[in-house]
């Protein structure tokens, strides 16, 4: 059941409007949301209803056994349990086949003949996202950041919450346990705020990212025919379609919450303005970045001396790297998300040397503004070379495409710039504003005589420009 899509809308009226029926009476509310979040999930394929339903099981009880334990080696036993059992499930749905032809290709370049032991597993829609956040609870119980919930239903539902189960924001128990706790506030202001986030995230998906994914399908599929800048036209679209759709899909996500009196958190912070490459992973993501910084890399480097040398500082930077690799592998069982973890993990090790170098020797800088610009613009660009190694299947593809990029144009290449800005256009204007004013939410303050015409030409443009068969948004494939 596609966000984009009219089933997903006449689903929404209904439940909502059940919702509101129940206002009066929140946990009737929390148990009618969980039905409706199951009935959501399970419209893909029910038969993964058992595993997201064993998955909240193991973490709801390990929680419960490690908030009563008093003994660290029983908290620490249980911790590992809701590890092995929710990483094991993970890994088994999405890496088993990956890992065993892997294994066997290592073999056979050995000169050792072995056949992969595969299966046809289908991987569940969602599963990175819904184990990422139902381990927020037993990690964060572990670390005593979090009193164990009184009530299984509320975990339940915040396990399965059906606006953010298939592709995030990845919550964390500490944020949304509480808000299942307690009666909700829908007012004006939230229904005003949740309408805007889900009407500009439509925008995005089916205006934006729809209209420029057959740019970058095209390029990416027949680089060999375009010329080198069709090429970084193509990668330009990739990057727009990828940031537009998933993007798209948390606006939607926060707005259908907020409509029902919750608050998620922001998963994006324009993250194509950013200056430099740590500051690109405080804005993409956010919601995975800082799981990865809260649970793995605060394991890793706490007892690391922070500012260390020699020693130290290669411990920290491959503890950066291993990171950022295990993040790369997060978003698919494929060698070329593995490749471009750790190229995004050897630019911050490479900036953060480079940021120690500036800071012993200090610099007068002129022209503030335009050293900004060029910041961004180079962080652009190495982000952009990024998604060369995210979106390509091969590693022919990636030396290729990134071989042949350059300043040769064709034919097509006016008409392929002219479409791309076509559709790009008001978005960067919006969230030009937006950087300037510091507030993603700008649009909310804006008079109502600027605001309507606003909405009037957004849904316009959906019914005019936007893609009418509903595609899948690409986060869904992790």
């Known amino acids: 059941m596609l966000f984009n899509s009219l089933t997903f809308v006449g689903f929404f009226a209904v439940v909502y409007g059940g919702y509101l029926l129940l206002r009066r009476r929140y946990i009737r509310q929390n148990y009618f949301l969980l039905a409706a ?19 909240t099981i193991v973490n709801f009880h390990a929680g419960r056994f490690i908030s009563q334990a008093d003994n660290p080696r029983t908290r620490n036993g249980w911790l590992a349990a809701a590890l092995v059992v929710s990483f094991g499930t993970l890994g088994f749905f999405k890496y088993f086949n990956f890992f065993a032809e892997s294994a066997a290709e290592v073999l056979r370049l050995a000169g050792l003949a072995a056949d992969p032991v595969t299966l046809k597993i289908i991987l569940p829609v969602g599963i990175s996202f819904f184990t990422f956040q139902s381990l927020t609870y ?22 399965s919450f059906f606006p953010q189960i298939m592709a995030g924001p990845i919550e964390r128990a500490a944020n949304m346990l509480p808000q299942y706790a307690k009666p909700r506030v829908i007012d004006a202001a939230r229904i005003n705020a949740g309408l805007y986030l889900i009407l500009w995230g439509y925008f995005k998906k089916v205006v934006v990212a729809d209209n420029v994914a057959p740019i970058a399908n095209r390029i990416f599929d027949n680089y060999q025919q375009f010329q080198g800048l069709d090429i970084a036209f193509g990668v330009l679209a990739f990057a727009v379609q990828l940031y537009s759709d998933f993007s798209g899909y948390s606006d939607i996500a926060r707005g259908l919450a907020k409509m029902m009196g919750f608050n998620l958190m922001v998963n994006f912070k324009l993250p194509y303005l950013a200056v430099n490459p740590g500051d690109f992973w405080r804005r993409w993501h956010i919601s995975l970045t800082s799981w990865f910084r809260d649970y793995l890399w605060w394991n890793l480097a706490k007892k690391i001396p922070v500012g260390g040398r020699g020693w130290n500082q290669v411990r920290w930077n491959g503890a950066l790297v291993f990171v950022f690799l295990v993040s790369g592998l997060w978003h698919g069982a494929a060698w070329n998300y593995v490749l471009w973890g750790g190229f995004h993990g050897l630019l911050l090790v490479v900036y953060g040397l480079y940021e120690r170098y500036r800071g012993e020797r200090p610099v007068q800088v002129s022209f503030p503004r335009f050293r900004t610009f060029v910041a961004m613009t180079g962080t652009s660009m190495m982000v952009m070379t990024g998604w060369v190694l995210f979106r390509a299947t091969s590693m022919d593809q990636i030396v290729g495409m990134l071989s042949r990029v350059g300043l040769s144009a064709s034919d097509q290449t006016a008409a392929m710039a002219g479409e791309l800005l076509f559709f790009v256009w008001p978005m960067i204007l919006v969230e030009l504003w937006q950087h300037f004013r510091r507030d993603l939410l700008i649009v909310l303050h804006w008079p109502q005589w600027v605001r309507t015409p606003l909405y009037a030409a957004l849904l316009i443009a959906i019914f005019v420009y936007g893609v009418r068969t509903a595609t899948e948004f690409l986060y869904f494939q992790f």
């Open 37 to 55: 979040s199951y009935a959501f999930y399970g419209f893909w394929d029910w038969r993964f209803l058992g595993l997201l339903l064993g998955v």
């Open 138 to 159: 037993p990690l964060d119980l572990h670390r005593k950041r979090l009193q164990h919930a009184a009530s299984f239903r509320d975990f339940a539902l915040f396990t």
